[in-house]
C-alpha cells in the first residue's frame, strides 16, 4: 500500500480570505490508510435547503421560467381583452409557451452545468422569446391569420421581461446559498499536480460554482508540491470508490495525473454507477475554446481545435469599430474631459496628462495616456517602486501614496483612464483587451511566465476580461494571465458585450 501524506493542513488562504470547508470533518490519512471521516453537515435551516433546491434543482428553474411565461400569457390575455382589434388569438397564447419553453430546452437551459452567469441567462432568455414570436408570426403567415403582430410582440416583450426577472431570481438564489449559505457539494479531484491543485484553488476561491474540494485522489502525487496543495491527498486510484463512499462526495474532477488513463475508466463507471456527476479537465486546455468541434473517426471522438485568428477580418472589424466608438466618446465626453483638466490643472502644478510607456499588439511600444492623479513636486523614491512579489503584477498605487484630493476621486471613478479613448482612436489600443503593462515589467514577465507573451497576439484594452473579475492593481499575474488568454481564446462580439457591461457596474459600484 503507498504511503501519503499526514492531513497537516491548516487550511489556505485565497486572496484575503480564509478558505474554510465548514461542512466536512478532518479527515487523517495515514500510511495504510484508514479513515476518520464524518459526511457533510449542513448547518442550515430548512427554508435555507429548500431554497438551496429551488435554485440548483434543474426541475425547479424549469418551473420557474414556465411560471413567467405563464404569467406573460396571462398579462397579454389581460391586456388585449379591452380591444377586440389587438386580441391573440387563443393559439398564439397556448402555443407561445411551449416555443419558449422548447428553445430553452434545446439551447441548454437545463442541462447539468457549473454556472450559469447572469448575463448568459439573460442572453439566453432574450433568445428563447425572440425565436418563439419569429415562429408564431411565420405561422401566422403561412396559415393567412389576419394581422395579429401587436399582441405578439406585446408577448414576446412581457415574456422577455418576466423570463429575465425569473432568471436573475435563480442567480441571486444560488449565489446566496452557495456563497452566503455555504450550500456547496463535496468533491474530490482525480490528480494532485499542477493543473489538480490549480482546480482545487479556483473553487475554493469561487465557492459560486458549488463545490467544495474535500481531497485529492493520486497513487503518485508529486512530493515536491506538498506545501502548496490547498487541500490533502486522501488516497489512490485504487481505492477511489472507497473514498467517494466515505467522503460522501457528490461531484468528481478528473485532472491530470501520473497514471495511465485507463485508470481511471473504473473510477468513471463507480461514479456513473451512484448518480455522481463527472467533470473532465482536457488535454492541453490552454487551447480549448467555445469553437470546439467534437467529430467521430469511427467510435472515437475526436477534438477539433479552432483557434481564434487575432490578424483575421473579425479583429479587423473589431478595431474600426473600436476608433468609430472612441471618436464618438470623445465627442459626447468632452464637457467632462475639460472639467476634469481644468481641475487637475488648478489643484496643482504639473501637466494635466501622465504618459507612460507600454507594451501592446506584437510587443510594439506606445505612449498611454492617463489623467495626471499624483504630486509632480516630490518623484517616488527608487526605494518605493514597486518590486513584483508573491506572484503579484504591478499597478494601483506604488510605494508612498502620492495621490491628489482630485486624483483620488478621478482614479475611485475609472475617469483617470479616459484619455485612453486617444490611444484607441490613434489604433494604439482597443477599448477591450489585456491591459498594456510597462516594458521592464514585460521582459520580467516572459522570463517567468510562459503564457505572457500571447497577450500581445491581440491590442491592448482600456478595460479586459481580467479587469471585470477584480483582477486590477497588485493581484496575481498568473490570474491574469489565465483570464486574459481565455479572452482571446474564446473572443466573439457577444463576450466584448458582457465585459463592456460588467465594467459598467463596476464603475458604478465604485470598484
Known sequence: MPSYEPLTHDGPTIGNREAELPHLAPLRVRSAPTIDFERPRYRHSRFKQALAACGASRPAIAGIDTSMVLLAVASTAAISSTSEAQRAPSWVLAVFPLLVLLQLSLRGSYGPRLLMPLLDGIRLMITAASMAAIIVIAVQALIGQPDINIPVLRLWVLSAVFLVAGRGLVNRIQYWTRVRGRMAVPTLIMGAGVVGRQVARRLLSRPEYGLAPVGFVDSDPPAQETAHRPVPVIGGFEEAEELIDETGAGHVILAFSSFPDSSMLPVIRACDERGIRVSLVPRLYESVNDRLMLEHLGGIPVLS?????????????????????????????????????????????????????????????????????????????????????????????????????????????????????????????????????????????????????????????????????????????????????FYIENWSLWLDVKILIMTAAAVFRGD
Open 305 to 485: 481545435l479552432r483557434p481564434v485568428d487575432p490578424k483575421g477580418w473579425q479583429f479587423t472589424a473589431k478595431h474600426a469599430s473600436d476608433r468609430v466608438a472612441a471618436g464618438l466618446l470623445l465627442f459626447l465626453l468632452m464637457p467632462v474631459l475639460l472639467s476634469v483638466a481644468a481641475l487637475i490643472k488648478l489643484s496643482s502644478s504639473g501637466p494635466v496628462l501622465f504618459r507612460q510607456r507600454r507594451v501592446g499588439r506584437d510587443g510594439q511600444d506606445f505612449m498611454l495616456l492617463k489623467f495626471r492623479s499624483m504630486t509632480m513636486n516630490s518623484p517616488q523614491p527608487q526605494s518605493e517602486r514597486f518590486v513584483p512579489t508573491n506572484g503579484c503584477a504591478p499597478g494601483g498605487v506604488e510605494g508612498g501614496d502620492r495621490r491628489t484630493f482630485i486624483g483620488r476621486l478621478i482614479r475611485r471613478l475609472s475617469i483617470d483612464e479616459l484619455p485612453q479613448l486617444i490611444n484607441v482612436l490613434k489604433g494604439e489600443m482597443s477599448l477591450i483587451g489585456p491591459r498594456p503593462e510597462r516594458p521592464e515589467y514585460v521582459e520580467l514577465f516572459r522570463a517567468d511566465h510562459d503564457r505572457y507573451a500571447a497577450r500581445h497576439r491581440v491590442k491592448s484594452g482600456i478595460t479586459g476580461w481580467a479587469q471585470v473579475h477584480g483582477l486590477r492593481g497588485q493581484t496575481s499575474l498568473a490570474d491574469r494571465i489565465e483570464w486574459d488568454n
